[in-house]
């Protein structure tokens, strides 16, 4: 298993992974994301995911782990997850940029597999601090977010 980890500066209440080569992308980050009351936590679109934020303006950490198979379930033994989903991405370049509203982070997520379908499993924690803090301030790395890659069988 690889592991990476990067600061997200959330803004809007969300971001999302993307194929790096926005070019093949066919509705890139920002376009087309749902806005509402109660937006789901984690929306799939081709080539992007979108994730959204319990907190408007603020740091987060993700931490990407990329599985050569599919992983071990998630026992969240400290009970700490607060949202999850799963979803599928296409890859062409291996390669996921990290985007907000206000534009590219420059974060590159890199799964080493050209041309992949990837399964994908979303948890994150923190949530309803970052809620709390988010209305007086702009929290610090207390959302945090797991996303799990491996290999999509054909």
């Known amino acids: ?82 949202a999850w989903g799963e979803a599928e991405i296409f890859s062409p370049t291996g390669r996921l940029s990290l985007e907000v509203i206000a534009g590219s982070a420059r974060q590159i997520l890199e799964l080493g597999a050209r041309g992949r379908r990837w399964k994908v499993q979303v948890f994150s924690a923190g949530r309803s601090q970052t809620a709390r803090l988010a209305t007086v301030g702009v929290p610090r790395r207390i959302e945090r977010y797991t996303v799990r890659f491996w290999p999509a069988r054909p």
């Open 1 to 82: 298993m690889r592991r990476q980890e990067i600061e997200v500066l959330v803004d809007f209440h969300g971001f999302a992974l993307q194929e790096a080569d926005d070019i093949q992308v066919p509705l890139p980050f920002p376009e087309g994301r749902t806005e509402s009351s109660e937006p789901a936590f984690l929306v799939p679109y081709e080539m992007r995911l979108d994730i959204h934020s319990a907190g408007h303006t603020h740091t987060a950490v993700l931490v990407a782990e990329v599985w050569d198979d599919q992983p071990p379930p998630d026992t969240n033994e400290d009970g700490e997850w607060e």
